[in-house]
C-alpha cells in the first residue's frame, strides 16, 4: 500500500484475519497507503445490515453481494471509469457521494484524482504529479471538515447560551452540551494534523 500509487482494490468483507472495514477507513483517512482516493470494491456474503452500513459508511466504492458474475464485477470497474461519484468529506466520513443529486443541497464536493480512469484513458500517471495532487485535495477536505464541526460547534453552544441567559434548562440542552463537547474533540483532532501530517509522510518517489 505504500510501495505505489494503487489503481484499485476489490476487498472480501469476510476476510478472517483483520477488518476490510476498518482497513478503508484508514485508507481513506490517509492513516494507510498513499491514496486515499483509490477506488475500492467491497464483495461479501454477509447481508447484516449492521455490516452493511459499517461498509457503506467506511467510504468505498462499491459493495457487491456474492455470488457475483464477472459482468456484475466489471460493471462497476466501468463505473469506476466513466463515472464516478464525486467525494464529500464530513467529520466522520470522507468518500463518494451517496444521495440523489437533488438532495445535495449546498454540500461541498470534490473531484478526485483517479489514477484507474487516466490509465486506462491511456494518460501518463506520474507519482510525484500524483502525489502533490492529493495533498492539496486533501487539505482542501481538511478545511471542510474544520468548517463544518466549527458550525457544529457554535450552533450547539448557541443553545446552551441561550439556555443560560434564560436562567433555565431547555430541552435538548444536554445534548446540546454532549455534542458539543464531541465536536470539540473533532476539530482538535483535525487542528492537530493527523491528516496533514501524514500525507507530509507519504513518499513521492515511484
Avoid at 41 to 64: C, H, K, M, Q
Avoid at 67 to 90: E, M, W
Wanted: a negative charge; charged letters at 25%.
Amino acid at each position: 500500500m505504500t510501495a505505489a500509487l494503487i489503481d484499485l482494490l476489490i476487498l472480501d468483507v469476510d476476510t478472517p484475519d483483520g477488518d476490510a472495514i476498518e482497513l478503508v477507513t484508514d485508507i481513506r483517512n490517509s492513516r494507510l497507503g498513499r491514496n486515499p482516493f483509490l477506488p475500492i470494491i467491497f464483495v461479501t456474503w454477509d447481508t447484516d445490515p449492521v455490516t452493511i452500513n459499517r461498509a457503506a459508511n467506511s467510504g468505498v466504492d462499491f459493495i457487491l453481494m456474492k455470488p457475483l458474475s464477472p459482468s456484475q464485477l466489471f460493471g462497476r470497474i466501468k463505473s469506476l471509469v466513466s463515472d464516478r461519484k464525486p467525494f464529500v468529506a464530513t467529520p466522520g466520513y470522507i468518500g463518494p457521494e451517496r444521495r440523489e443529486k437533488e438532495r445535495w443541497g449546498g454540500t461541498r464536493h470534490f473531484e478526485v484524482p483517479n489514477t484507474l480512469r487516466d490509465k486506462l484513458d491511456g494518460k501518463p500517471v506520474d507519482p510525484a504529479a500524483m502525489s502533490s495532487q492529493i495533498e492539496v485535495v486533501m487539505r482542501e477536505m481538511v478545511s471542510s471538515r474544520l468548517e463544518l464541526s466549527a458550525n457544529k460547534l457554535a450552533a450547539n453552544i448557541g443553545k446552551i447560551c441561550s439556555a443560560y441567559d434564560k436562567a433555565k434548562t431547555l430541552a435538548g440542552t444536554e445534548a446540546a452540551f454532549t455534542t458539543a463537547i464531541a465536536t470539540a474533540s473533532e476539530i482538535q483532532a483535525l487542528g492537530k494534523g493527523d491528516i496533514v501530517d501524514s500525507l507530509q509522510a507519504v513518499p513521492v518517489d515511484v
